[in-house]
């Protein structure tokens, strides 16, 4: 079965699988599928890349995904002022559009403040209402 999807991401079948493991990923990947490697396991980046290299030599040249989960909460060594900069406006813009574009409602309160919103889901199924995943939740 070939679809649009297909033809995106240079898959040969429609087939997405996000796991934590390397190995599974890259077996997707060579398959034709689109392995997505899950990276919340990761603490260094010197790990990372590591792994990252060893998919790089162990996927046949075909493409793979890398899912990164962004911290819920401000690191330390920075302020969320800090970190705010570093986020380029054609992002900002990218992100609002995308959620705009998929129906996502705008975050609960006066949108100043996102720190604790870990996502959003539909919830409960992709056809439903769609709800704001935060730690309190």
């Not at 991401?9 to 490697?37: C, H, Q, W």
């Not at 330390?76 to 990218?94: C, M, N, W, Y």
């Not at 998929?102 to 889901?121: A, F, K």
């Amino acid at each position: 079965m070939r679809t649009e999807l297909c033809d995106r991401f240079g898959i040969d079948y429609p087939i997405f699988v996000f796991t934590p493991s390397e190995k599974v990923a890259a077996a997707v990947t060579r398959a034709g599928g689109m392995g997505v490697l899950g990276c919340v396991r990761f603490n260094h980046a010197e790990e990372l890349e590591s792994v990252l290299n060893w998919m790089d030599a162990n996927t046949d040249g075909k493409p793979y995904g890398v899912d990164i989960v962004m911290p819920a909460t401000v690191p330390t060594e920075g302020t969320s002022v800090d970190i705010d900069k570093l986020i380029p406006q054609a992002h900002r813009d990218f992100v609002a559009k995308t959620l705009a574009d998929l129906g996502v409602p705008p975050l609960p309160g006066d949108g100043t403040s996102n720190e604790g919103v870990l996502g959003c889901t539909p919830w409960p199924d992709p056809t439903s209402t769609w709800r704001w995943v935060t730690e309190s939740a």
